[in-house]
């Protein structure tokens, strides 16, 4: 039983990695539409600029103020790269066809995979430790300081989300336009504003899931966003892509899912089983655990 | 009767192209081996980019994981050939020894494109049933998955990667299937069979609402254009006589799309147009190895933006030169007032 919790634990920390990721992803669907094929590798940025800020900051020992400008910066960074994305590569085909929206998603994330390969170098990086790390030992489950950090980081991360989302002037304008961008457009609110927003806000998130990851397994690489980018989107359709709330579900889900398989079964499958999963929820629910079927529409 | 004709005439080309190429037409004339080498491999670029355009281009629905059956294609008929090659051989050990590598080929070559064929009906009805870009998601995880069991498989070599299988395929067999390829999906394009295809990429909907069964017919495509990769697969394990999974990337995968894309999405010239030009970049810019994908994907961007049809469109290269085949142009849409 003590094996199991512990199994539950790495997967809980592991899945808010996937969920932060999977935001993003279902944020970005729910106002274009569109399967952001480059956000995984804006998640691989936020480890990289992690990376460098903290080798910047380096001198002091680790410590909570630092980890702290180390993850807002990366969360920064990113929040303009999506900007940028969006701006230049997604704006001027937002009105041709889905195909074409697909194909230049790939071209982004071909280009920001073989650049990140050209700037940082193809070889895996080392990870600094960012803050004074520290075991806790509960009812025989080993808790690492780091798994704490991101399953509470992930917690505030997405309380935010939430309160922005449902509080907030702008946080309404999203939601009109993910309900429906032609009406939101006539309504008078800024749709070009507000789709720059939420690349904004899902980059954020992306980035802090790089920098978490990088606390938690310190060897980042630049074509590591691609399966996790892959898992975390399974995740989104998991929870029903579209819906935030799916999203973080469907993120605990595959993570606890996959180091259940991975603990129990063998560490072969470990790809296998995001993919298995989506499988048969495209089989069984396609529209995710929380979302709803949406009619076709003429 | 016409297409048989124009089926040998291929045929006797490519004999005789092999043979001037290889030095057997005219003593003291061949071409260096590095170039016959590109060559082929173009060949199956064609292949594999014709076949890819059935379903990205024709049908419209995104498949971005063909390297994974052209995996299951190169493995099943290498391992094919290393573990039952003699017996095989030896079913038709009366004719001379030509004809029997050619029929050993040709069994091999089979067998991995219906393996392919079926593993492609696995992964096209539950995502196919849906509409939306979930194919292409499934595909590019299926693409890796595979290559990730194939690397677990010890009797395939695993990591250390499968060879000892004869030379079986060459310039000749290479362009002969480019050229079966070709026809193919040529035929079916112009067949009712294409037209509905081409309906349901233009609007799924309209094409259901008279009365095609879309789910079935975007199945059959996939499953089509898997057996042709499955069959490039085949040809590329037995020309280069060894096989690895690193040959089998999702980096491959977005190759053949980027032929396609530049190529023009829903034009067969534009897709060999797509993987010759493709080719013959990637070997000119060898210098510049690492700005290469770097270069490429700038240019999907880009011609997405700029030009989202490819270099061709939906039309074939003959448009262009005969004007009775050109497909007439849309109708301006009316003024509504």
Partial sequence: MTTFFQQLVNGLSLGSIYALIALGYTMVYGVLRLINFAHGDVYMLGAYTGYYLSR?????????????????????????????????????VRRAARLTLLI???????????????VFGP?????????????????GVRLTSEQLTVIAVSFILMVLLRFFIMKTRTGKAMR???????AAKLMGISTDRIIAITFALGSALAAAAGVLIGMQIPKIDPLMGIIYGLKAFVAAVLGGIGNVPGAVLGGLLIGTSEVMVVGYLSSTYRDAIAFGIL???????????????????? | MKALVRAIAIVVVLILL?????????????????????????GINIILAVSLNLINGFTGQFSIGHAGFMAIGAYVSAFLSITFGDRIQALISFAPES???????????????????IAGFLVGVPSLRLRGDYLAIVTLGFGEIIRVFILNIDAVGGARGLGGMPRLANFFWIYLFAAATIAVVTRIVNSSFGRTLIAIREDEIAAEAMGVNTTRHKV????????MAGIAGGLFAHYLMYVHTNSFTFIRSFEIIIMIVIGGLGSITGSVLGAVLYITLTEGLRGFAQYRMVLFSLLLVVLMIVRPGGILGHRELRDFFWRRHRVAAPPPPAVSG
Avoid at chain 1, 104 to 118: D, P, R, Y
């Fill in chain 1, 279 to 298: 499988i048969l929820v495209l089989l069984l629910r396609p529209q995710g655990i929380l979302g709803r079927a949406q009619k076709e529409k003429v």
């Fill in chain 1, 123 to 139: 070889d895996p990086k080392f990870f600094p430790s960012l803050a004074p790390r520290a075991d806790f030992l509960v009812g």
């Fill in chain 2, 99 to 117: 004809v029997q590598k050619s029929g050993l080929l040709l069994v091999v070559l089979a067998a991995g494109a219906i393996c392919a064929a």
């Fill in chain 1, 56 to 92: 910047k900051l380096k001198g002091d020992d680790p410590s909570l103020g630092g980890a702290l400008v180390v993850m807002l910066g990366a969360m920064l960074v990113c929040a303009i790269v999506g900007v940028i994305i969006e701006r230049f590569a997604y704006r001027p």
């Fill in chain 1, 176 to 182: 009109a336009v993910s309900f429906n961008l032609d």
């Fill in chain 2, 220 to 227: 059959i495509s996939f499953v089509v254009s898997s057996a």
């Fill in chain 2, 18 to 42: 092999n043979a001037l190429f290889t030095g057997g037409l005219i003593p003291g004339f061949s071409i260096s081996p590095y170039f016959l080498q590109i060559m082929s491999l173009a």
């Fill in chain 1, 104 to 118: 230049t998603a790939i071209g982004v994330s071909l280009f920001i995979e073989n650049s990140a390969q050209l």
